[in-house]
């Protein structure tokens, strides 16, 4: 068991890493990355590279977020409605 937490946190590194560098200049995205805001109440933005998107259990997240908000965003951005520890197993696990 503890062997798969490595790559899981190694994966959760790399987003906590892009998400702190960003919150000091909140307009910029890296070239190849795009910004997400996840959570189920209180809503964290995280950018993600954009290969995400060709994953199966990324495009699951992103249908959910597409029942729940349809087009329309609350945040302005694109919103995934799961708990962070949820997200962050799912992307860990895309960084494989």
């Known amino acids: 068991m503890g062997v798969r937490l490595l790559p899981m946190i190694s ?10 560098a960003l919150t000091r200049n909140n307009s910029d995205v890296p070239k190849g ?8 109440r209180e809503k964290k933005r995280y950018v993600v590279p954009i290969t995400y998107l060709n994953h199966p259990s990324f495009q699951n997240l992103l249908r959910k977020a597409e029942e ?3 087009f329309h965003h609350p945040m302005g951005g694109l919103t995934i409605p799961c708990k ?3 997200f962050f197993y799912v992307t860990s696990r895309l960084s494989l």
């Open 84 to 86: 962070e520890d949820d």
């Open 68 to 70: 729940e908000f349809g």
């Open 11 to 20: 994966g959760a590194k790399k987003i906590y890493k892009l998400q702190s």
């Open 33 to 40: 990355h795009f910004a997400v805001y996840v959570g189920e």
